[in-house]
C-alpha cells in the first residue's frame, strides 16, 4: 500500500491532470494507492484573499469569480461532455462557498473562519481528481479527510489526533483499498464536532505522512517540478546537486532551517515507522528522485538554504541592566502567546535578538505587549542564510560581499542574517 502526495503544481492545469493519470497509470497501479492532492495552482493564496476582503466587509466578488473561473475552465477541458457529472457537484461546492461567504459570523474567530472557507481549494481539486482517474480509466473513491485526520481546535494550525485518526483510518480504508484507489484531501483535517481544521500552509506533505503512518504504508511518494530532494533552491542558485539518498534526521533539519521541498512535519511520522519517502518529479517521473529513508552517509554535499522575508528584533531591558532568565522568561511567554517561530536567536549582555517571519500585525502586537519593559528594535526584509554541512568553499561562495547582522556556526551548521 503506498501514498501518493500531489501538490498544487501537479494539478494546475488541464494538462498537470492529464499528466498526474498517467502516472498512477503507469507507476501506481489500480489499488492499494491513495493519492492525496492539494489545492490547484495558487488557489490557497486566493482563498487567503478571499476570506481576508469578506471577514473585513469588503468586496470579494471580482476575487472570487476569478477562482471559480480557474477552475470552471480547467473542468471545461478535461470534460467535454457538459452532462458530466462533476459539473454539478462542483456547482454544489460553488454555492456553498458563496454561501459561507456571505453568511460569515464576523464575531466568531478569524482563524477559525479562515479554515472553514479555505478549505474549499482542497475540496474543488479532489472532487476534480476524483471524476477525472474515473474517466481515464482509474476507479477510485473520493473520500473527506476531514472524517478521517481528526485534530485539536487549533486553527490553522491543527494538532492530529493520532490515536483517533490512526483507528478510523485502520477501520475504513483497507478494505477500500483492497478494491480501488483512493482519492483525498492534503492540508484539511476536522474536529470531533464536525468542523473543518487546517495543519498548516503548505501542509498536504503531512496528510500524507499522516495516512501513510495509520496504514503502515510500504512507502509514500511526493511528486513535485524539481529531480528530488535538492542541496539548494533552483530559484537562487545555477548549480544544485540532487541527494539520491538521505537520511531521516538530514531531512528534517533542512525542512526546519526552511528549506521548501518538504513540510518539517512530514517526516517523523514516516521515521517512526521507518517508512521511505520518494521525492520524484512529475515532469520527469522515471527519473530516480530522492529515497529519503533509514541511512546514514559519511559525507553530503553542503545544502544551502534560505528564508526571505525575515525580521531581526532585538529587546534590551529599559534599565540597561543585563538580560536575565526572568527578561527571557517574559520574552519567551509573549513570543508563544503570539505564536512567533523562531528561527534564530542570539543573547549579549544588554539584548535579545531573535530572527522570526516577518508578519506585521503580530510584531506589532508583540511590541505593545513589551514595550514597557524592553526597548525593543528591529530590521525587516532581510534573509536568513543556513550552510548545512558547511566546509570552506561552501562558506566562500556564500558569505563573499553580504552584509551580515549576525551570524552562528556550530560544527555542522552556519547561519546567518543578512540583508
Ligand atoms: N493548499 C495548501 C497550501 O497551499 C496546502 C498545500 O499545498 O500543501 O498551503
Ligand atoms: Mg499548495
Given at each position: 500500500?503506498?501514498?501518493?502526495?500531489?501538490g498544487?503544481?501537479?494539478v494546475?492545469d488541464?494538462?498537470s491532470?492529464?499528466?498526474?493519470?498517467?502516472?498512477?497509470?503507469?507507476?501506481?497501479g489500480?489499488?492499494?494507492?491513495?493519492?492525496v492532492?492539494?489545492?490547484?495552482?495558487?488557489?490557497?493564496?486566493a482563498?487567503e484573499q478571499?476570506f481576508?476582503?469578506?471577514?473585513?466587509?469588503?468586496?470579494?466578488?471580482?476575487?472570487l469569480q476569478q477562482c471559480l473561473?480557474?477552475?470552471q475552465?480547467?473542468?471545461t477541458?478535461?470534460?467535454?461532455?457538459?452532462?458530466?457529472?462533476v459539473?454539478?457537484?462542483?456547482?454544489h461546492?460553488f454555492?456553498?462557498?458563496?454561501?459561507?461567504l456571505?453568511?460569515?459570523n464576523r464575531?466568531?474567530n478569524?482563524d477559525?473562519?479562515y479554515?472553514?472557507?479555505?478549505?474549499?481549494?482542497e475540496?474543488?481539486?479532489?472532487?476534480?481528481?476524483h471524476?477525472?482517474?474515473?474517466?481515464?480509466?482509474?476507479c477510485?473513491?473520493?473520500?473527506?479527510?476531514?472524517?478521517?485526520i481528526?485534530?485539536?481546535?487549533t486553527?490553522?494550525?491543527?494538532?492530529?489526533?493520532w490515536?483517533?485518526s490512526?483507528?478510523?483510518?485502520?477501520?475504513?480504508?483497507?478494505a477500500?483499498?483492497?478494491?480501488?484507489?483512493v482519492?483525498?484531501?492534503?492540508?484539511?483535517?476536522?474536529?470531533?464536532?464536525?468542523?473543518?481544521?487546517t495543519?498548516g500552509?503548505e501542509g498536504?506533505?503531512?496528510?500524507?505522512?499522516?495516512?501513510?503512518?495509520c496504514l503502515d504504508?510500504e512507502g509514500?511518494?511526493?511528486?513535485?517540478d524539481?529531480?528530488?530532494?535538492?542541496n539548494a533552491d533552483?530559484?537562487?542558485f545555477?548549480?544544485?546537486v540532487?541527494?539520491p539518498?538521505?537520511s531521516?534526521?538530514?531531512?528534517?533539519?533542512?525542512?526546519?532551517y526552511?528549506?521548501s521541498?518538504?513540510?518539517?512535519k512530514?517526516?517523523?511520522?514516516?521515521?517512526?515507522?521507518?517508512?521511505?519517502?520518494y521525492?520524484?518529479?512529475?515532469?520527469?517521473?522515471a527519473?530516480?528522485g530522492?529515497?529519503?529513508?533509514d541511512?546514514?552517509?559519511e559525507?553530503?554535499?553542503?545544502?544551502?538554504?534560505i528564508?526571505?522575508n525575515?525580521c531581526?528584533?532585538?529587546?534590551?531591558?529599559?534599565?540597561?541592566t543585563?538580560i536575565?532568565e526572568?527578561?527571557l522568561?517574559t520574552?519567551?511567554n509573549a513570543l508563544s502567546?503570539?505564536?512567533?517561530?523562531?528561527?534564530?536567536?542570539?543573547n549579549?549582555?544588554?539584548s535579545?535578538s531573535?530572527?522570526t517571519?516577518?508578519?506585521?500585525e503580530?510584531?506589532h502586537?508583540?511590541?505593545?505587549t513589551?514595550?514597557d519593559q524592553?526597548?525593543i528594535h528591529?530590521?525587516t526584509?532581510?534573509?536568513?542564510?543556513t550552510?548545512?554541512?558547511?566546509?570552506?568553499?561552501?562558506?566562500t561562495?556564500i558569505m563573499?560581499?553580504?552584509?551580515?547582522?549576525?551570524e552562528?556556526r556550530?560544527?555542522?551548521?552556519l547561519?546567518?542574517?543578512?540583508r
Amino acid at each position: 500500500m503506498k501514498v501518493y502526495k500531489f501538490g498544487g503544481a501537479s494539478v494546475r492545469d488541464a494538462g498537470s491532470f492529464r499528466n498526474l493519470a498517467h502516472i498512477v497509470k503507469t507507476y501506481g497501479g489500480e489499488r492499494q494507492l491513495l493519492v492525496v492532492v492539494s489545492a490547484m495552482g495558487k488557489t490557497t493564496n486566493a482563498l487567503e484573499q478571499v476570506f481576508d476582503k469578506a471577514y473585513h466587509n469588503q468586496s470579494y466578488e471580482t476575487a472570487l469569480q476569478q477562482c471559480l473561473g480557474y477552475h470552471q475552465e480547467v473542468v471545461t477541458e478535461l470534460f467535454p461532455d457538459k452532462e458530466h457529472p462533476v459539473y454539478e457537484r462542483l456547482a454544489h461546492l460553488f454555492t456553498m462557498l458563496q454561501n459561507d461567504l456571505e453568511h460569515l459570523n464576523r464575531k466568531s474567530n478569524y482563524d477559525k473562519l479562515y479554515d472553514q472557507i479555505v478549505c474549499y481549494g482542497e475540496l474543488f481539486s479532489s472532487v476534480i481528481l476524483h471524476h477525472f482517474l474515473q474517466a481515464e480509466g482509474l476507479c477510485n473513491v473520493w473520500l473527506d479527510s476531514r472524517k478521517y485526520i481528526q485534530t485539536d481546535t487549533t486553527w490553522r494550525e491543527a494538532k492530529v489526533d493520532w490515536v483517533w485518526s490512526e483507528r478510523v483510518i485502520k477501520r475504513d480504508l483497507p478494505a477500500l483499498l483492497e478494491e480501488q484507489l483512493v482519492v483525498t484531501q492534503g492540508f484539511l483535517g476536522g474536529t470531533n464536532n464536525g468542523l473543518t481544521t487546517t495543519l498548516g500552509r503548505e501542509g498536504s506533505d503531512f496528510s500524507a505522512a499522516v495516512i501513510a503512518y495509520c496504514l503502515d504504508a510500504e512507502g509514500m511518494y511526493i511528486w513535485k517540478d524539481v529531480e528530488g530532494l535538492l542541496n539548494a533552491d533552483p530559484k537562487y542558485f545555477a548549480d544544485t546537486v540532487r541527494y539520491p539518498e538521505i537520511s531521516y534526521q538530514e531531512t528534517v533539519e533542512m525542512a526546519y532551517y526552511g528549506a521548501s521541498v518538504i513540510h518539517p512535519k512530514t517526516i517523523k511520522p514516516l521515521a517512526n515507522k521507518k517508512i521511505p519517502l520518494y521525492v520524484k518529479s512529475f515532469l520527469n517521473p522515471a527519473g530516480e528522485g530522492t529515497r529519503i529513508c533509514d541511512c546514514k552517509h559519511e559525507k553530503i554535499a553542503p545544502a544551502y538554504i534560505i528564508k526571505e522575508n525575515q525580521c531581526l528584533v532585538s529587546f534590551s531591558a529599559k534599565d540597561f541592566t543585563f538580560i536575565s532568565e526572568k527578561n527571557l522568561g517574559t520574552i519567551f511567554n509573549a513570543l508563544s502567546e503570539l505564536r512567533f517561530k523562531i528561527n534564530l536567536m542570539q543573547n549579549s549582555a544588554i539584548s535579545f535578538s531573535i530572527c522570526t517571519d516577518y508578519n506585521e500585525e503580530r510584531l506589532h502586537k508583540l511590541i505593545a505587549t513589551l514595550q514597557d519593559q524592553f526597548n525593543i528594535h528591529y530590521n525587516t526584509s532581510l534573509k536568513l542564510f543556513t550552510i548545512k554541512n558547511y566546509d570552506n568553499d561552501s562558506i566562500t561562495k556564500i558569505m563573499t560581499d553580504k552584509q551580515i547582522l549576525l551570524e552562528q556556526r556550530t560544527r555542522n551548521t552556519l547561519q546567518f542574517v543578512s540583508r
